[in-house]
């Protein structure tokens, strides 16, 4: 009895330790995420042609969203902008397809879903649920593509610059996502996020 106590004991106080370290992980990886507007291509496809296809289609959105988000100071006014632009990010995405001789339809909208863990060249955005524009190339059954539009990570020169997000996330939100040392803090991050969000 005494040993099962202890062995209890144990397990109780690991939990407890374990909580406490990832908890705050938790928490301010839910902060990231909710300032954070994300880009997520669908293709139509895993062939050779549809994801080289995708990509053609990612260039061409980039390229037209450098500067869109120019004067949004925070997510919700990407959720705008990217919504008043539906229209053209589909036109565009659609014209690249036909050019290569393609013809899929796409969908495009602006909505929230869960992310995995992302790890860039220069930082990692823990797993959650984010505000994304969602473009689906055909029957959306390939692998995707994503990046980060507010802030301009990715969109502005292409670039995977951590610096992009200062005056968007605090300073200790952009150290969490510099830090090599959070790798088992997002892994844990991540079940959690993926547990809660197939739990809606």
Same mark, same amino acid.
């Given at each position: !009895? %005494?040993?099962?106590?202890?062995?209890?004991?144990?397990?109780?106080?690991?939990?407890?330790?374990?909580?406490?370290?990832?908890?705050?992980?938790?928490? !301010?990886?839910?902060?990231?995420?909710?300032?954070?507007?994300?880009?997520?291509?669908?293709?139509?496809?895993?062939?050779?042609?549809?994801?080289?296809?995708? !990509?053609?289609?990612?260039?061409?959105?980039?390229?037209?969203?450098?500067?869109?988000?120019?004067?949004?100071?925070?997510?919700?006014?990407?959720?705008?902008?990217?919504?008043?632009?539906?229209?053209?990010?589909?036109?565009?995405?659609?014209?690249?397809?036909?050019?290569?001789?393609?013809?899929?339809?796409?969908?495009?909208?602006?909505?929230?879903?869960? +992310?995995?863990?992302? %790890?860039?060249?220069? +930082?990692?955005?823990?797993?959650?649920?984010?505000?994304?524009?969602?473009?689906?190339?055909?029957?959306?059954?390939?692998?995707?593509?994503?990046?980060?539009?507010?802030?301009?990570?990715?969109?502005?020169?292409?670039?995977?610059?951590?610096?992009?997000?200062?005056?968007?996330?605090?300073?200790?939100?952009?150290? !969490?996502?510099?830090?090599?040392?959070?790798?088992?803090? +997002?892994?844990?991050?991540?079940?959690?996020?993926? +547990?809660?969000?197939?739990?809606?």
């Amino acid at each position: !009895m %005494k040993r099962k106590f202890i062995v209890f004991s144990a397990v109780f106080l690991c939990s407890v330790i374990l909580v406490s370290a990832v908890t705050p992980a938790i928490t !301010m990886s839910e902060s990231i995420s909710a300032k954070v507007f994300r880009l997520h291509i669908v293709a139509n496809s895993d062939s050779d042609t549809d994801q080289a296809l995708k !990509m053609k289609v990612k260039d061409k959105i980039i390229s037209f969203s450098s500067g869109l988000y120019d004067n949004c100071e925070n997510v919700q006014d990407a959720i705008k902008v990217s919504q008043d632009n539906v229209y053209n990010f589909k036109q565009i995405a659609q014209k690249v397809i036909a050019f290569y001789d393609y013809d899929y339809d796409t969908k495009v909208y602006v909505t929230k879903e869960f +992310f995995p863990t992302r %790890k860039y060249d220069n +930082f990692t955005l823990p797993a959650g649920e984010y505000d994304c524009l969602k473009i689906i190339i055909g029957e959306g059954k390939g692998h995707n593509w994503w990046c980060v539009m507010f802030p301009e990570v990715c969109v502005s020169a292409y670039s995977e610059k951590s610096d992009k997000f200062e005056g968007c996330l605090t300073e200790e939100e952009i150290k !969490m996502i510099q830090s090599k040392g959070y790798a088992v803090r +997002f892994k844990a991050v991540e079940i959690y996020e993926r +547990f809660k969000s197939k739990r809606k």
